[in-house]
């Protein structure tokens, strides 16, 4: 029997070995560029992912395939990292300044020297290559990756550069750990061994030990029709897009947006910063107030009929909108509220310009005085009720022909359009304002319009979080003008911090505690609060928050920008030792010179002086994580008979804060909610409940502090 299970191991070990080999024969490590099209034929039997395709076809237009070897993960993203750094000399210049110390973090923590020293110094000999008089060019990075020995010898150091990640952050990753294993054990089995397949915590390891932005858009069979896409860190700014689908992963290239050369100045250097500066001068001479008005640099929201989409204004580039490409530089100067109108540029058929429309038209009002039928009963409307083929109608978007002129010939060649009934007609127009509707309104960034947008393109981007629930919890919390309030949020893209923040005003302090990475600020920054009001907002990391708290100095293992060599100022080679540090909390500790996570560090110091100094008048936890010990640990920071809120898009988690609060003594008025909300559609001999409703709006768990 011994023998029959010995043998039987032999022929997997075998089998497995010939299929990686033929794996090997037949694809490369790293592919030349694929249209978005060919995933589409790879998929054309299974209409779930095709059709998911097709969506991602909207974004990307191209694709590389990495080899499906278990180490596509690394080598995705590491030759995408590459080509970046070979194209943007600041992204080169992060990279580095991000890995240069690691080599001597993962020997602190027990890697054996002489084997880490090989990696890395392969990988920076690679990464100085990338840049200087002699860089190399995309088809030796190309050939570089697909030569097995060297690519290996990256893929094995980024693999060792997220296992020094997750142990340095250990204490974190620990509360992930299945099975009893410590982190070093999962790191030495699952991370570090080549050929082993990557998850979510590898994708956090990597991106923060690299100082990264990472985009992964799922590819799967979810109920969803759009893919989910998730960036790590969250609420970050991807610059890498990388395609999962299930045990793989390749690359994605973002569709290159068009650029209208005629609309930019003939001067070469035309900087953006510049630009702003006049504007706001323009702005003060015209007496208006600058929050009124739109200006380069700032958020703006676009609304074309009932799209919603966010945008960071530049006027010397044009925006695809839909099927739609927008020169922007008509709404410079202009006050927010305005309605624009697009018009065919005679230069470029295919861009439109905005002209403040005098009026806005409604095909409702245009179209529908005409005859109607009775009902419907009789009408057969299919593709040949349609004169117009699809071609013309092509064309006619294509010689830039205005909207209402395309909706008149398109009911002029229907044949049913005028037996419909008054409703089905109106249903008709509304479907072709989607498409052919040619005005655009500037809208003002608003916490209701960004929850809005965030929403509609998916829910659990925002945990399930609705306007109504957000609203709830502000009012438990009574967030007002003056107040401290500290605030705990992990996966709601910022808004909540947003939200208190707008209601703090100038006067009173946010504390914002995040996990670990970045805080997230997407819609922090689409809100263009003044600097007055931002500087009332605080962040730190809970870990660091726990470190203080226990007299730790969590910046002692920070080096000067550049430490001097081995002999200078009498030191042996080993890195400087430094004295304690206190900040003042003046300009956040952010410095040109220091790294990211030395700033983030520096911002935790000062922001826990604060935290210590004087009691909070109310705490709001929006997090992913188990609330419980979160809500009992936060507490002490908060005033007797102050109230504190937690939102979770599940109850469960809420019942067991429920009792953790009660069996801590700590806590009245407890009180656990659902909140619910469904919108009306408002119109003549046609109001009733919106079809579509969102399944739900999460829980609130609210109660008031007391003194134990």
């Not at 909207?58 to 499906?68: A, G, L, N």
């Not at 071609?391 to 049913?416: A, P």
């Not at 060599?565 to 030792?577: I, L, R, T, V, Y």
């Not at 109230?643 to 656990?672: H, Q, R, W």
Request: proline share 4%.
């Amino acid at each position: 029997m011994e023998n029959f299970d010995q043998n039987r191991d032999e022929m997997i070990l075998k089998q497995q070995e010939n299929i990686q080999k033929d794996i090997a024969s037949n694809s490369d490590l790293v592919s030349t560029k694929h249209p978005i099209k060919q995933l589409e034929v790879d998929f054309e039997s299974d209409e779930v992912f095709k059709s998911k395709v097709v969506k991602i076809g909207e974004k990307y237009s191209e694709f590389r395939r990495t080899r499906p070897d278990g180490n596509c993960f690394y080598r995705a993203v590491g030759f995408r990292l590459f080509e970046l750094m070979l194209e943007n000399l600041d992204e080169f210049s992060k990279v580095k300044k991000a890995v240069e110390g690691s080599k001597d973090e993962m020997v602190k923590l027990g890697m054996p020297e002489f084997t880490v020293e090989d990696f890395f110094d392969n990988f920076m000999d690679t990464l100085e290559r990338l840049a200087g008089a002699e860089k190399m060019k995309l088809e030796e990075l190309e050939e570089t990756f697909n030569n097995e020995g060297l690519s290996n010898y990256l893929v094995v150091f980024l693999r060792l550069l997220t296992s020094k990640q997750l142990q340095l952050e250990g204490e974190f990753y620990q509360n992930f750990m299945e099975g009893g294993r410590t982190v070093a054990e999962f790191c030495s089995t699952e991370v570090e061994p080549m050929y082993r397949e990557s998850d979510h915590i590898h994708i956090i390891g990597l991106t923060a030990a690299a100082g990264i932005n990472v985009r992964v858009v799922y590819l799967d069979r979810g109920t969803s029709d759009n893919p989910v896409h998730h960036d790590f860190p969250e609420g970050s700014e991807p610059k890498i897009h990388i395609l999962y689908r299930p045990g793989h992963y390749d690359i994605l290239y973002l569709k290159k947006m068009e650029v209208d050369r005629d609309s930019v100045v003939a001067e070469p250097a035309t900087n953006l910063k510049t630009e702003i500066k006049s504007d706001e001068n323009s702005v003060k001479s015209s007496g208006k107030s600058d929050l009124e008005m739109i200006i380069p640099g700032r958020t703006v929201v676009l609304q074309k009929f009932n799209y919603l989409r966010t945008h960071l204004l530049n006027p010397n580039k044009n925006l695809q909108l839909g099927r739609d490409l927008i020169n922007l530089s008509g709404i410079v100067g202009k006050t927010y509220g305005t309605t624009f109108k697009m018009v065919s540029d005679h230069k470029n058929n295919k861009c439109f310009q905005l002209e403040v429309a005098e009026e806005v038209q409604n095909f409702e009002a245009l179209f529908m005085n005409g005859e109607s039928g009775e009902d419907n009963r009789d009408l057969v409307d299919n593709e040949s009720s349609q004169k117009l083929s699809k071609q013309e109608i092509v064309q006619m978007r294509e010689d830039g022909v205005d909207g209402k002129e395309i909706v008149e010939k398109l009911i002029e060649n229907s044949e049913t359009f005028q037996n419909k009934t008054k409703f089905s007609q109106a249903k008709f127009l509304k479907k072709k304002a989607k498409k052919y509707h040619q005005y655009i309104l500037i809208r003002k960034p608003s916490i209701r319009l960004l929850m809005e947008i965030h929403y509609k393109a998916d829910p659990m981007k925002l945990m399930n979080l609705r306007i109504d629930s957000l609203a709830q919890i502000l009012n438990a919390t009574n967030v007002h003008s003056g107040g401290r309030y500290l605030v705990y949020e992990t996966g709601a893209q910022g808004i909540v911090v947003a939200s208190v923040l707008e209601r703090v005003g100038e006067k009173g302090k946010v504390v914002h505690i995040y996990q670990t990475g970045q805080p997230q600020t997407n819609c922090l920054s689409a809100m263009d609060f003044s600097q007055e009001i931002l500087d009332n907002l605080k962040v730190i990391n809970i870990q660091h928050l726990r470190s203080l708290e226990q007299g730790q100095d969590i910046l002692v293992n920070h080096f000067p920008p550049n430490p001097p060599k081995n002999g200078q100022n009498g030191d042996s080679g080993e890195p400087p030792k430094k004295k304690p540090h206190t900040d003042t909390g003046k300009d956040n500790g952010k410095t040109d010179d220091k790294p990211m996570r030395m700033n983030l560090r520096e911002q935790s110091v000062a922001t826990y002086n604060l935290v210590k100094s004087e009691p909070f008048d109310g705490l709001i936890i929006v997090c992913k994580q188990h609330p419980s010990a979160l809500l009992t640990y936060l507490s002490k920071f908060v005033a007797p008979s102050r109230p504190f809120t937690v939102y979770s898009p599940y109850k469960e988690p809420l019942l067991d804060a429920y009792m953790a609060v009660k069996e801590a003594g700590c806590a009245i008025n407890c009180n656990l909610s659902e909140t619910w909300l469904r919108y009306h559609q408002v119109l003549p001999e046609r109001t009733h409940p919106t079809v579509n409703m969102s399944g739900g709006g999460g829980y609130v768990l609210t109660g008031i502090f007391i003194e134990k």
